[in-house]
């Protein structure tokens, strides 16, 4: 799997648009980004994934670059309950779901 | 649709015990897999299953049984516990066709003393 890096953690302002990069100069062509976020305690929740198309879904945006190497999840509007760690993973589509590595991932803080 | 269940929440035992950790799910889901979690680390895969019948071992497998006689179930068995296996663990599932998008449960906090 691609490696991914994240920073470690991020501040952002309620209601304003949180982006959180993720880079991943490896990247396979058939490799694609996965995010998913781990509010404190709970389990990791899936947020969306993309190969080389932006997606959108009612959760957030993925914009991944031309190049693939790195991608940016925005949250729009943050909100205090998006306070969580999240996580960008790669991984080929079929490679299997069981080897997901979650790294350390960035922990994001909204701020009233 | 419950999702995925695990049981029980919370756990003390002494070294040397066994327990069993439970996960069900109720999406047909073919994929199943138990994580841990310890403070500071990311999640580490224990053991997977691709099907009824079927397991195989993940990062860190040993001091964990696991087997999978139906596809709703996949119960996670420590042998003889050891205070190293103090953490909280997640069980995961999902569909073949899109293997990398998990569904995970609450989450079971395991303490052993």
């Known amino acids: 799997d691609a490696k991914t890096t994240q920073p470690t953690s991020m501040d952002c302002a309620e209601g304003r648009a949180a982006n959180l990069p993720c880079n991943h100069s490896?990247?396979?062509?058939?490799?694609?980004v996965y995010w998913y976020r781990q509010i404190h305690s709970q389990g990791p929740q899936y947020i969306i994934h993309?190969?080389?198309n932006n997606e959108t879904n009612e959760m957030a945006s993925l914009i991944i670059t031309e190049d693939r190497k790195s991608s940016t999840l925005i949250l729009p509007h943050a909100t205090l309950r998006d306070t969580a760690v999240y996580y960008c993973i790669v991984r080929a589509l079929y490679q299997g779901a069981q080897k997901l590595v979650f790294g350390q991932g960035t922990r994001l803080t909204i701020n009233p | 649709n419950a999702g995925v269940t695990q049981t029980p929440k919370f756990q003390v035992l002494k070294t040397g015990q066994s327990m069993t950790l439970q996960c069900a799910q109720d999406m047909n889901h073919e994929y199943m897999s138990w994580y841990r979690q310890d403070p500071g680390m990311g999640l580490r895969l224990i053991h997977y299953s691709v099907g009824a019948g079927i397991t195989d071992q993940g990062e860190v497998p040993n001091g964990y049984n696991v087997s999978r006689s139906t596809t709703e179930d996949f119960p996670l068995r420590l042998l003889s516990a050891a205070p190293s296996q103090t953490s909280v663990y997640f069980c995961a599932s999902s569909w073949t066709g899109t293997a990398n998008v998990l569904t995970f449960g609450a989450g079971s906090r395991l303490t052993v003393l």
């Open positions: 490896t990247i396979s062509g058939n490799e694609y």
């Open positions: 993309g190969l080389k």
